[in-house]
Every structure is written in C-alpha cells, then in structure tokens.
C-alpha cells in the first residue's frame, strides 16, 4: 500500500536546494482540496477551500519546517531557533525532535493561542515569552542566530519557501491547472511568497533556468488579505502596535514585505485589510456551512474574497482556491463565542429521554 510521502519526497525534483539533505519528515502536505459548495453559490464562482489544517502539526508551517529541518541537519546543526506567533514554533518543535536538535523559541507576551502553546511545550522546544510583539521577536531572533550556533527557521530563511511552495504543486495538480484567483491570509507574509514562487515555477514554457517545465497553462491572481489593525502592506508603512484576534498574523512589520508586493503586482491581484467581525463571520462560516474548522487568521482568505465580491469584484464562475492555514482546534476559544462575544454554553439537562427531545424540539 501506498502512503503520501511528505512534500520533499513527492517533490524531489522540485527542490534541488535539498539535493543531498537527509529527509526529515511527518508526512506533512498532500492536504486537501475541497470544493466549497456554500461558498461557490454565494459569490458565483468555483470556490475550493486548501485546508492546511490537516497538515502533521495543525498548519501549513510543516510544508516549509520539512525543508529547514532538513536543511538543518545537511549541514550540522544541533539546534534551531525561531519568532513565532504560535504554528511556526510548534512545527519547529515537532521537526526539531524528529531530527535529534534542540529547539528555542521567542513568542509574544500573552499573544499566542493556547492550542500553539501546548505543542512547543509538548515537544520539548525552550520558550521564551518576549515582552514584545511578533515582530520584536523576529529582530531578537535574528540577531541570536547571527552570534551563536543555531539555525534561524522563520521564512526568512529560503528553505522555508522552498517547502512551502509545494502547495501550489498540489493545487495544480487536483484541479489540472492553476486557478483563476487565489486567496491567502498575510501575516509575516512568506506564505504568499511561496505559493507564488510554486505558482510561477509550475507552469509549461516558465524560462526558470534549471527548474522543470510544471504542467499548468496559466498563473492566479494572488490576493492577500491581513487584519485591519495589522495591515501594513495596505497602509503602506510599518505598525508598532499591531492589534487583531487573529493572534497568527498580529504583524506590524512582515519580513517579506517586498516579495507580497511583487506578488500581487507580477499577478495583476491585490492586497487587502479585513475587520476582525469579517474574520469572525467567515470562521463562523466555514465551520457551520462548509464543515471546515479553521483558526481565525485562517479565515481571513474567505472573509477576504466576501469582501471582493460584496464590491462586485469576483468574476463570474472563476476558479478560486482559498488557503485556510491553520486547524480551528489551535484556538478553539473563538467557537465558544456567539458572534456577539457571548459565550456558547450546552444547555444541561437530567438523564430523561422525554426532557431531552423537548430540549431538541423532537417533540
Ligand atoms: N495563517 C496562520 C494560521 C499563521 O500561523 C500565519 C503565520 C499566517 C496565516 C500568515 O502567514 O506569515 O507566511 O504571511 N504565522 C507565523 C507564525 C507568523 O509564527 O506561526 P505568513
């Protein structure tokens, strides 16, 4: 019988920079694609949902931590350090244990998702709670990795692209093309980064000295979407204080700014701010209407492209894949609120049949 070998081995031959490496991997990849049928109705497209929750740690870091774990182990390392606003540092975690290395990690104070949290811990990774945001995390760990032996895994560092382009790879070959538009959440902005660079590498007559010819005919229109009080690409300059419920793009000054900007201009798409209701509305209604449980930053794809298409911008039966990053088991505190903020209590009631189909208007 035949299992999915995790990205680097189903995609060998499009990741020559880890030509060499030992492979270490939880299978991670081959998530998903699934037709949005709610969703399609409601904005008159093709709407596909890449659920990226189904990955080894819960989010679509493992594509890219398969590769800087690897990459890692190439050339030596016994340890590895990143700035995490929670699904990079248990990604980190968990490879950082596959291969054998220790595993440190700076996340924001009191920011981070409880789910997140529990799997660094859970891992074995030493964690550090900087009196700071993301982005002060990022600045802290770089500089560690610059002194010191270890291995700086944030997408800053190129095998992390690498890996995560993969999914692009994937997406491609469920729907035997690209799509028409593709829809992500931007937080440190790598992600869009590498779904591009996977998007541009796998299309027929590329020109990319030394890359394989890729099988699609066209490339999306790649639309970002960040948190309203976390949007500095929108704005166009960095945010000190950057504030929203999706803890995982809580980023007031991304890394991969630049590559995002390229991204959507090289694709003719956009890059848009979101309100958290927005998120919470369309985390509310993946989980009740399409039966996909996601984190909210993930959702910020979906209320992205409801956003589009309320200012009549989504084309008539386009194809559109949807990344939704992160399971909504990681910060499953958002379920248990109504959307006016009120919490989601069971109703109790004692051991007795007829109370309970009175409870559930059986009878
Ligand atoms: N969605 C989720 C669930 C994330 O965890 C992240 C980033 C993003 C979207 C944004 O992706 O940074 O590549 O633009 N999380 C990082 C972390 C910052 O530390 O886990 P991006």
């Given at each position: 019988a035949h299992q999915w070998r995790g990205v680097m081995r189903e995609y060998a031959d499009r990741l020559p920079m880890l030509d060499g490496a030992p492979v270490i991997t939880l299978?991670?990849?081959g998530t998903p694609l699934i037709a949005a049928e709610k969703l399609s109705d409601r904005v008159g497209a093709r709407v596909f949902v890449k659920y990226e929750g189904l990955n080894p740690t819960g989010s679509f870091k493992d594509r890219g931590m398969t590769t800087a774990i690897s990459m890692a182990a190439k050339h030596g390392a016994k340890a590895v350090i990143c700035a995490s606003t929670g699904n990079t540092s248990a990604s980190a975690a968990a490879y950082a244990t596959?291969?054998?290395?220790?595993?440190?990690?700076?996340?924001?104070?009191?920011?981070?998702?409880m789910g997140k949290l529990s799997q660094a811990i859970a891992h074995g990774a030493t964690l550090l709670q900087v009196e700071g945001n993301f982005d002060d995390c990022l600045t802290v760990a770089r500089k560690?990795?610059?002194v010191y032996p270890v291995d700086l895994v944030n997408s800053v560092n190129p095998a992390r692209i690498e890996g995560q382009k993969t999914a692009s790879f994937e997406i491609v070959d469920a729907l035997g093309d690209a799509p028409d538009i593709h829809c992500l959440p931007v937080g440190n902005a790598g992600n869009i980064t590498a779904y591009w660079k996977?998007?541009?590498?796998?299309?027929?007559?590329?020109?990319?000295?030394?890359?394989?010819d890729g099988p699609a005919t066209k490339r999306p229109q790649m639309w970002g979407f960040q948190a309203a009080g976390s949007a500095p690409i929108v704005l166009g300059h960095p945010i000190d204080q950057p504030e929203t419920i999706a803890t995982a793009i809580r980023i007031g000054n991304p890394a991969s700014w630049q590559q995002a900007e390229e991204a959507r201009d090289d694709s003719g798409g956009r890059i848009e701010a979101v309100t958290d209701q927005q998120i919470l509305e369309a985390h509310r209604l993946l989980s009740s209407t399409e039966g996909i449980f996601v984190e909210p930053a993930s959702a910020a794809s979906v209320a992205g492209l409801l956003q589009v298409h309320a200012a009549?911008?989504?084309?008539?039966?386009?194809?559109i894949?949807?990344?939704?990053t992160g399971h909504g088991l990681k910060d499953p505190d958002w379920a248990l609120k109504g959307l006016d903020g009120e919490p989601v209590a069971p109703q109790r009631i004692p051991v007795d049949v007829y109370g309970a189909a009175v409870a559930l208007g059986l009878d």
């Open positions: 299978h991670e990849g596959k291969a054998g290395m220790t595993c440190a990690v700076l996340v924001p104070d009191g920011k981070i998702a560690l990795a610059e996977g998007y541009r590498e796998y299309v027929a007559g590329h020109g990319i000295p030394d890359v394989p009549g911008g989504v084309p008539d039966g386009a194809t894949v949807c990344t939704v």
